[in-house]
């Protein structure tokens, strides 16, 4: 996970579900736009139709402060998200498998109590989507209101509300289409 705090979502009010983190490195700016070179193959169009979704996302939020956000690109897909202690934007490198949980080697760590390790797995199928999996996880995985079975694929919607622990957070999707970047 790359994160900046230069490119942050602070907001006034803070949330009684706020994530806590425990001595996490906050990158500077360079490396996020480092992380987005890298997933879109260098392609300076791309990153530069992309970094707007990416900064305004928490302006998408209408149920919670906190998200996770899929993107798509061609085909591949990386996450951005605002679930740290500072809300400092985060993103991911491309994948297809993405893990969510309180350890610091899932690739968006959630700190909080209820939350597993390795609580849930988000993924991504090219024709499909985005879907979210419980691992078996003792508090379980909620989207919108409803509990998943473990091992259930649940594909998400964008503004699905999840739940995790205590935590909520809004899941948003942006999908990049090359033809959006390139005149024809």
Known sequence: MVSSPFFSAH??????????????AIAS???????LFRNLSYDLEQ????????????????????????????????????????RAIQVTLCGTRWLLGQSRRCAVAMP?????DCHAALNFDPL????LTDLSS????????RRL???QRHYLQDGDL??????????????CDQSVWHDI
Not at 11 to 24: M, R, V
Not at 128 to 131: A, D, I, S
Not at 138 to 145: D, M, Q, R, S
Request: a negative charge.
């Open 11 to 24: 907001s006034d009010q803070q949330s009684s579900t706020a994530p806590k983190t425990g001595g996490s």
């Open 29 to 35: 700016p360079p490396w996020l736009l480092d992380a």
């Open 47 to 86: 990153v530069a139709d992309i970094i707007d979704p990416i900064l305004t996302a928490q302006n998408h939020c209408y149920r919670t402060d906190w998200y996770v956000q899929g993107i798509v690109a061609d085909d591949r897909a990386f996450l951005s998200t605002n679930i740290n202690a500072d």
């Open 112 to 116: 909080q109590p209820g939350i597993a």
């Open 128 to 131: 499909q989507g985005f879907f």
């Open 138 to 145: 003792i508090g379980g995985t909620w989207v919108n209101g």
């Open 149 to 151: 079975a473990p091992a």
């Open 162 to 175: 999840v739940k995790l622990g205590s935590l909520r957070f809004e899941f948003l999707q942006q999908r």
